[in-house]
């Protein structure tokens, strides 16, 4: 019987020379490997640089046709991208027993961990992580670093303030190429909603160890993201690969100075389903260790319910998604995974009254 260490933590198994059998995917399922007939030339999602004067129909235009992109000129300090993975880096060198130290709980999300998605998987990961989804990093971060945690804290708290920054702007942004601004957000106007509007997600560190047989193996599988949307900064090793429809799985080239944006399921649902959320995933490599820190902008706190908003939906159109709160929203993604969005679709004779016990 493996012990807890064995079983979770990927830095035992990097010195092996095959891959173990848990580790090893099939990957003929969902979304295969294999570009369409109709993919013609190698595509890439687009870049955007934020001082450009077009910017809104470039960002409209990204996040229809992909729903993803990446931003240049986006005026996040490279000290503080350099820091944040300086920090994931001593963190995944350290032993295994060390990590485990900080392990989230059984219940908890918060902590050093497999991705939360691996349960939906027969096969396991080639990846380990850190998630911060509230205060309880200081916690683990001072069993991490009893000497060094408050500087290592002091970088959390300035890339969240960092990211909440561009993430707003994103928003603004988006939402103009829709015809719409932030004050058309329903719950924009609820009073005791007005500290943060939208809410803080996560942050979560991914770490990518050397790989002996990565066409075989996964990093992250295949997902979108609930959030409003994702905010990833890649180390300079490539592995992110977006799925399109059209184009089969594309790879996210890491641009120097460039972060990638992910549109996820809660832009979908205020969108009213004119902007997808991006599927994707990450791979592996036999040379190089990769780093990504994900900001997962969550949405509001509390009891207020997301929804289409109106003005997209319009007078006689119809809304495609129920309200749903934040919270309810990603515990229907902890039972269902990738089916969330089709449960809360208005449209889905399998939601209607008479089907739900
Ligand atoms: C706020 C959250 C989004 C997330 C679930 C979580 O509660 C905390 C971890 C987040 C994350 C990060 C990696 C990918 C992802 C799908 C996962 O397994 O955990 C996302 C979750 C999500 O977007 O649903
Ligand atoms: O590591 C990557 O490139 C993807 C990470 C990701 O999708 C996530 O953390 O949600
Ligand atoms: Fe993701």
Redesign the pocket.
């Known amino acids: 019987m493996p012990s807890l260490a064995e079983e979770i933590c990927i830095g035992n198994l990097v010195s092996l020379q095959t891959l173990p059998d848990s580790f090893t995917w099939k990957l003929t399922t969902a979304y295969s490997d294999l570009p369409p007939s109709s993919a013609t030339v190698e595509e890439s999602i687009p870049v955007v640089d934020l001082s450009d004067p077009d910017v809104t129909t470039l960002l409209g235009n990204a996040c229809k046709t992909w729903g993803a992109f990446q931003i240049a000129n986006h005026g996040v300090p490279q000290d503080l991208l350099d820091d944040i993975e300086s920090l994931s880096k001593t963190l995944f060198d350290m032993p295994a027993e060390r990590k485990l130290e900080a392990a989230s709980s059984d219940k908890g ?1 918060s902590g050093y961990g497999e ?3 691996s349960p939906f998987f027969e096969k396991k990961m080639w990846s380990e992580g850190f ?1 911060i ?1 509230d205060g309880s990093y200081h916690n683990h971060f001072l069993t991490l670093w009893p000497h060094d945690h408050t500087n290592y804290c002091g970088i959390i708290e300035a890339y969240k303030a960092e990211m909440e920054k561009l993430a707003t702007r994103l928003l603004s942004c988006i939402l103009g190429s829709l015809g719409v601004t932030v004050d058309d957000i329903e719950w924009a106007h609820m009073p005791e909603n007005s500290e943060s509007k939208v809410g803080f ?2 942050i ?1 560190l991914n770490h990518y160890p050397v790989c002996p047989e990565p066409e075989r193996a996964m990093g ?1 599988a295949a ?1 979108t ?3 409003m949307l994702t905010i990833l900064h890649q180390s300079n090793t490539g592995g992110l690969q977006v799925f399109r429809e059209e184009s089969g799985w594309v790879t996210v080239e890491p641009a120097p100075g460039t972060l990638e944006v992910n549109i ?1 399921d809660l832009f979908h649902i205020l969108s009213n389903g004119k902007i997808p959320s991006v599927v994707h995933r990450a791979k592996v490599n036999q040379t190089r260790s990769r780093i990504s820190i ?1 900001y ?1 902008w ?1 949405g509001p706190a509390g009891d207020v319910k997301i929804a289409p908003i109106s003005k997209i939906v319009g007078p006689v159109g119809s809304s495609l998604f129920r309200p749903v709160t934040w919270k309810e929203y ?1 515990q229907i ?1 902890s039972e269902v995974f990738d089916k969330a969005l089709d449960a809360i679709r208005t449209d889905n004779p399998s939601n209607s009254p008479s089907n739900v016990l």
């Open positions: 999300v991705p939360r998605i998630t989804t997600g996560a979560r992250l997902h993201d609930s959030t996820g994900a997962l969550g990603l993604k």
